[in-house]
Nanobody, 129 residues
């Protein structure tokens, strides 16, 4: 049984930083792409960042490039999202997700929610002015 548990969300002022963690269990972690998505009230879930099983391939949404960093520690079965220079528009529930394989053939596949089979419960990130 796959479980994904996110942590690290909270309230932060604009310009501040947060680090999200997602602990995975139930699968050989290094064999799977991991992704971060977010959903703001009244909006669709959107892609944030993804990393291949080996960590070699990393994909970011344009809206977070240069501010967010995704990483993984396969020994700890954990994926991280370091978020710097946070903006009010980053406010959302952030979800981690486990993909279907160790890597995808194109960056586009990393961004599609349908390429992920398991999702965490989400953690709230609120950025105030």
């Amino acid at each position: 049984q796959v479980q994904l548990v996110e942590s690290g969300g909270g309230l932060v002022q604009a310009g501040g930083s947060l680090r999200l963690s997602c602990a995975a269990s139930g699968r050989t972690f290094s064999n799977y792409v991991m992704g971060w998505f977010r959903q703001a009230p009244g909006k669709e879930r959107e892609f944030v960042a993804a990393i291949s099983g080996s960590g070699i391939t990393i994909v970011y949404a344009d809206s977070v490039k240069g501010r967010f960093t995704i990483s993984r520690d396969n020994a700890k079965n954990t994926v991280y999202l370091q978020m710097n220079s946070l903006k009010p528009e980053d406010t959302a529930v952030y979800y981690c997700a486990l993909g279907r394989r160790a890597s995808y053939s194109s960056s586009h596949h990393y961004t599609r929610p349908l390429e992920y089979d398991y999702w965490g419960q989400g953690t709230q990130v609120t950025v105030s002015l």
